[in-house]
């Protein structure tokens, strides 16, 4: 769990980033000291400890009780628990069958398959990873192209993709739960028509 935490910590941009450049740049505070290395990293590191101090000081309000935490956390830990867990419990799967496997033979086949369903669409035909169909019916005329194009078009298009990078630009749709997909869903149907 550690090397997780110290590894999404050190994934992420910190949030310091912007701040930095509002200090520096003369057009906004002219705060010469920000450009220093010792002065961004303390400002990083101050800005992270602030955080998991907080967090630590709600343990008990969001942090233990289960409601609380966001689904994404969840897909860390289930990996963190197939990784550790050294008992491997029949699941009833689907069409009543019982599967027996290990977690780490689970894991090795959803890890090829999905290596095999990114590599498929990004290196072989990447016209998969932007499927525009419906400008297949009328390639030179503008106005589909702008409508429906997703690269360089408004993006009106039912199936717009089969790259799964594509699809989780954005979030995840199998970890966010169904309310806040359908919730962005309306936003952009609404904001697309105005």
Not at 3 to 18: E, K, L, R
Not at 112 to 118: L, R
Not at 154 to 182: C, E, H, K, M, R
């Amino acid at each position: 769990m550690l090397i997780t935490i110290m590894a999404t910590v050190g994934f992420n941009t910190p949030y310091t980033d912007n701040i930095i450049l509002s200090q520096y740049l003369p057009i906004y505070f002219n705060q010469s000291f920000a450009s220093s290395f010792s002065y961004q990293i303390l400002i990083g590191l101050g800005t992270n400890f602030v955080g998991y101090g907080l967090a630590g000081l709600s343990r008990k309000f969001l942090v233990f009780p289960s409601y609380t935490v966001w689904p994404t956390s969840l897909v860390t830990i289930a990996l963190n628990k197939a990784f550790h867990t050294e008992t491997n419990v029949p699941v009833p799967g689907p069409f009543n069958k019982t599967y027996g496997w290990s977690r780490m033979k689970f894991f090795a086949i959803a890890f090829f398959g999905m290596f095999a369903y990114f590599w498929l669409p990004d290196f072989l035909f990447p016209a998969l990873s932007y499927f525009n169909w419906i400008s297949w019916i009328s390639p030179t005329n503008t106005t589909l192209n702008n409508i429906v194009g997703s690269v360089n078009g408004l993006g009106l298009n039912p199936w717009p993709t089969f790259d799964w990078n594509i699809i989780a630009f954005q979030y995840d749709p199998l970890v966010i739960p169904i309310f806040s997909s359908l919730n962005q869903l309306a936003g952009m149907t609404v904001g697309f028509f105005m």
